[in-house]
């Protein structure tokens, strides 16, 4: 049975919950605004098959990519509403123009992210573009297996520690199943993600003197590329009931929620000790962002996005070769010096516990903490210092 006595040993990929044959493990949201399983002990038969699916328990090697490229969606639309060079867009066409089905991260009608699933290329749309929180899986892993078994091809999209999940879901291999994962820097909690719009909702409300209820969201972009793709924005929409439209857009720097995301605050437990990237989780492919690209052959890069692609798999590698896309080989190396989230988990902050203990207001709340002490400047100065001296 499920035991969680440590946080970091659930990354909430949900595969317990959705294989139990007993259905009785729930998920209850802490304090911190993360689901975790809990197992309803007394119709609990101890069949162990929660712990056989989970990827935290049962991890796998760490992998070197067969091939690494740097790439680019050919349709520059496509490319500047995807958060980097848009070949998940690519891929996921390549499988519906097959009859297959595509699954994704997408926003449900109360602006909570899902898991949903497509079968038409109009439908690629809700996915296209990162969403930085958690996703809740729900029964997409159970709609997979069904797809699957009824002879259709799937593309399954997510984070590496959900592709191990799925993996590990589904007990055997497919060859119709295509997994696509990113390079991933960890997942954000839901529950900081809600109180920091209504913070921004309650705020607009003020400024404009209309009450609060009558505003409603109508957009969310995370990497919004006006600014450019190294320098993005977020930008979020907001629609009052006479259809008056206010919006929101700020740098990556200057957006409060990015700040104390870049600085990892509020990422799930599990995300500091990650057991699925570096290769772990079994995709055929992963995709980021293709950081350093400027320096490494700056003719490809027009900041629009470029796409660093790692085919793991003979599947993602056939898959991905036979796709008519602008690609240029790359070593591994250069992702791995760019993109440290590729292969190493970020360390988990001093001030992750003041954050969540703070009773300041989520703004506030991330200023105070942004600001440098002058304790950590005399450390930084001296550990500065320390290099010079020892090389
Ligand atoms: C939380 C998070 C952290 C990331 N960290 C890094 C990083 O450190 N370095 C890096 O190079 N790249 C990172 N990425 C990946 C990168 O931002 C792009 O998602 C990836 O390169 C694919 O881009 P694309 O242009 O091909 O397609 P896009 O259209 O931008 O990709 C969309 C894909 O991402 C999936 N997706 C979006 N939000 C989520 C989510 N919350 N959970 C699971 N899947 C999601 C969608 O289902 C879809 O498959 C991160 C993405 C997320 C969501
Ligand atoms: S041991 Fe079996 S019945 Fe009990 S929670 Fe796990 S999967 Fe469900
Ligand atoms: S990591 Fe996944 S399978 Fe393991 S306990 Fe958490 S939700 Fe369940
Ligand atoms: S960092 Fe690891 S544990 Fe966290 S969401 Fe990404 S893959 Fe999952």
Known sequence: MIRIKDKSQCCGCEACVQRCP?????????????????????SCIECNICEKVCPVINQSEAKEPLITYAAKNNDDKIRLRSSSGGIFSMLAEAVLNDGGVVFGVCWDKDWRLV???TESIDGLS????????QAHVGDAYLKVEQFLKSGRRVLFSGTP???????????????SLLCVDIICHGVPSPGVFRRYLNEEIANVAKNKVIDVDCLHIDDIQFRDKRTGWKSYSLRYQLRDNNANLYSNISLFTDNIYMRGFLQDFYLRPSCYVCSAKAGKSGADITLGDFWGIEQLKPEIDDDKG?????????????IFEQLSVEKTLMNYAHVQQYNLAVYRSVARPQKRDKFFRSRKS???????LSKITLKEKYIFII????????G
Do not use: H, M, W
Request: hydrophobic residues 35%.
């Open 22 to 42: 007993r259905q009785c493990i729930s998920l209850i949201e802490d304090r911190e605004g993360f689901l975790y399983p809990k197992v309803d002990k007394k």
């Open 115 to 117: 898991f949903d699933y």
């Open 383 to 390: 550990k500065n210092l320390f290099r010079r001296i020892c």
């Open 126 to 133: 809700r996915f296209r573009g990162s969403k930085y929180l």
């Open 362 to 368: 989520f703004s506030a709340t991330i200023e105070s």
């Open 161 to 175: 520690c959900q592709i191990r999940g799925l993996k590990l879901f589904l007990r055997r291999e497919y060859d």
């Open 306 to 318: 470029v796409s660093a692609v790692l085919l793991n798999t003979l599947l993602g590698k056939q």
